[in-house]
């Protein structure tokens, strides 16, 4: 091994991952146009390894299907991974997600959708599932079961765009600008410790649950083992698909608010918990004891949606930015204010929120 | 007789724009106006000399880095990095300001009108006739002035939108081994880093405080004397190398 010819002269890139999200608390439907713009201005946060973006509201007319977005490298796969959706479910409707051709996209894998409800008559090995319980069960079997097959979003009326490329450039390729909806969030991807393939772009769903992330999540590994123990098993090879089965499993399975949620994944010190009132200093002390395992450790920004609404939190020390600014009934998060200033320019108020402190948006019945 | 320009940056990405910059004061362009900013990185960074610039927009990260002299003078909101390891000038934000503003800072003034992100003023230094300030207007988040190393930081607390929230964030000052900060009011014992307490401030401390204040609230147009009326502590370092003895005990 021997250091490259000049390996001192060259110009760095520096950079870090960008996010942008926004909703509109009143459902109004923002074309797609709007978080591409957001995330083309912050072009330089990625290096062209990762793009994606997930949307909230796009299947009215299918919007008590599952709908499960595929990604497989061949037709081979393709067809395994549908032997085993036809085996839990029945199919709706099936077609390939609408491409473009992008020059800058290389190799994209096959990119199909499926419109599924749960089978009447289920498989015995899962008969006695909840019926998310057995989605979620069904993504696990594809994900880690089938090679060359990924599941990369599974929820109702909504869906994970996402690819190896500029953002700006995998929403060419998947026509994001023919899609309308109620929350977007966005991700530039600046891959650092793992490889920057289509399964490891953001977002990372489960159900209706998507994030997109700035940082790290260095508990990956304890993180990891404590949701193999929940029977989610992590097979994309990027730490942020943790915050994804945890969401689903704190939230979803054992009732969390939003709010308590993110004090499990960013957590009071132990000196302010010393400082709480007594009531507060039990439940606080009571989540670290009973989360530890999954309590995110490391720089995070991330952006979190489901069809309930969209929040934002930073780790506890702040480590990567957020903006987080309002307009009317939108709410805009981002790694930088001059994303939200691209596609809109005057807003109502501007902030940055505080390490830890989660800013919680609900949608509007 | 001062030479003029302004600069749409509609549209325009960094490289190019800071190459319209640089290429202008080579020029003898001393007078910036520039318009239409947003998220262009990297603005003033590394000029020399007495250029003054008036931005408009929200610029990008690392504006005014490592400049010596520059006079910048931002009307809207500035993001993260504002005058990162800047050796001289001036720069006046007339909004908020976001995460590690002065970074390393060697000289020069700053002065943000709002609120300002964490990491703010990390390590600055001073050294014979460089003195680094930074003034910040409203509240701060965690580690300011973190391993500060010289120059003054002073912090007023007031032009916040976080009426809740103390003045400043956790571990205050952590690590300082020279310099000062100063708070307007009281800071809560518990924000202040390890081994560090609030101090009141002696006659020295109070001209000083006094003097930057009229400077800061004459670029930004506010009110001197409303500044002044409260009392100030200061937060100094407990001792020239308080991590001496990590390691090898004396």
Redesign the interface.
């Known amino acids: 091994m021997k250091a490259p010819d000049r390996y001192y002269d060259f110009q760095k890139d520096i950079s870090g991952c960008g996010v942008f999200g926004v909703i509109s608390k009143k459902r109004n439907l923002i074309p797609g146009d709007m978080p591409i713009r957001s995330m083309a201005c912050m072009h330089d946060r990625g290096n062209g390894l990762g793009g994606g973006f997930a949307a909230y509201g796009i299947y009215p007319d299918l919007a008590d299907k599952y709908a499960f977005h595929l990604m497989c490298d061949t037709e081979a796969a393709l067809e395994s991974a549908e032997q085993v959706l036809k085996h839990y479910f029945t199919v709706h409707e099936s077609h390939p997600i609408p491409t473009r051709k992008v020059v800058t996209i290389k190799n994209p894998p096959i990119v199909t959708r499926y419109f599924l409800t749960i089978k009447k008559d289920r498989p015995a090995e899962v008969r006695d599932l909840g019926e998310q319980d057995y989605v979620v069960n069904a993504v696990m079997h594809i994900n880690h079961r089938i090679a060359g097959a990924f599941v990369f979003s599974s929820g109702k009326n909504m869906g994970a765009f996402k690819g190896v490329g500029f953002p700006e450039d995998i929403a060419d390729f998947f026509r994001l600008d023919e899609y309308k909806a109620y929350i977007w969030t966005g991700h530039n991807r600046f891959p650092t410790n793992t490889p920057g393939w289509w399964g490891g772009a953001h977002p990372f769903t489960l159900l209706d649950w998507s994030i997109v992330h700035n940082g790290e999540i260095s508990s990956y590994g304890i993180n990891r083992r404590y949701l193999c123990e929940h029977d989610y098993l992590c097979t994309l090879m990027t730490d942020t698909e943790v915050v994804a089965y945890e969401l689903d499993l704190l939230i979803r399975k054992h009732g969390l608010t939003k709010e308590l949620a993110c004090k499990v994944f960013a957590p009071p010190f132990w000196d302010e918990i010393a400082r709480m009132p007594k009531q507060e200093k039990d439940v606080y002390t009571a989540l670290r004891m009973v989360y530890g395992s999954a309590m995110l450790n490391g720089p995070f920004a991330i952006l979190v949606a489901d069809n309930t609404g969209l929040f934002g939190l930073n780790d506890r020390i702040k480590l990567r930015p957020l903006v987080v600014a309002e307009k009317d009934d939108m709410v805009f998060m981002s790694s930088e204010e001059s994303a939200i200033r691209e596609v809109q320019p005057e807003l109502d108020r501007v902030w940055m929120p505080k390490a830890g402190e989660p800013v919680i948006v609900h949608l509007e019945a | 007789m001062a030479k003029k320009l302004t600069l749409d940056a509609s549209g325009i990405y960094?490289r190019q724009f800071n190459e319209q910059i640089r290429a202008a004061v080579a020029d003898g362009v001393t007078e910036f106006v520039l318009k239409n900013v947003?998220?262009q990185?990297y603005i003033a960074g590394g000029l020399d000399g007495d250029i003054s610039f008036e931005i408009h927009?929200?610029?990008?990260?690392d504006m005014g880095s490592f400049m010596r002299g520059p006079k910048l003078r931002v009307k809207n909101?500035a993001?993260?990095g504002v005058g990162n390891t800047m050796d001289d000038g001036l720069i006046v934000i007339e909004g908020?300001a976001?995460?590690v503003v002065g970074y390393a800072m060697r000289g020069g003034k700053i002065f943000i009108k709002g609120?300002v992100?964490?990491r703010v003023g990390i390590h600055m230094k001073a050294y014979m006739e460089k003195l680094p300030v930074i003034v910040i207007g409203g509240k701060a988040?965690?580690?300011l002035g973190e391993y500060m190393a010289g120059g003054i930081l002073l912090l007023l607390g007031m032009y916040s939108?976080?009426p809740t929230?103390p003045i400043t964030?956790?571990s205050l000052g952590t690590g300082m081994h020279g310099g000062v900060i100063y708070v307007r009011g009281e800071v809560p014992r518990?924000q202040i880093g390890p081994g560090l307490t609030a101090q009141p401030v002696d006659d020295a401390d109070k001209a000083v405080i006094e003097n930057l204040v009229k400077e800061y609230a004459a670029e930004l147009k506010l009110d001197a004397k409303e500044i002044l009326r409260s009392g100030f502590v200061k937060i100094k370092p407990f001792s020239h190398r308080p991590y001496g003895n990590l390691y090898v005990p004396a």
Request: zero cysteines; proline letters at 4%.
């Open positions: 960094y947003n998220s990185r927009g929200v610029p990008g990260q909101n993001q993260d908020l976001g995460d609120d992100g964490y988040g965690d580690f939108d976080k929230e964030g956790r518990e």
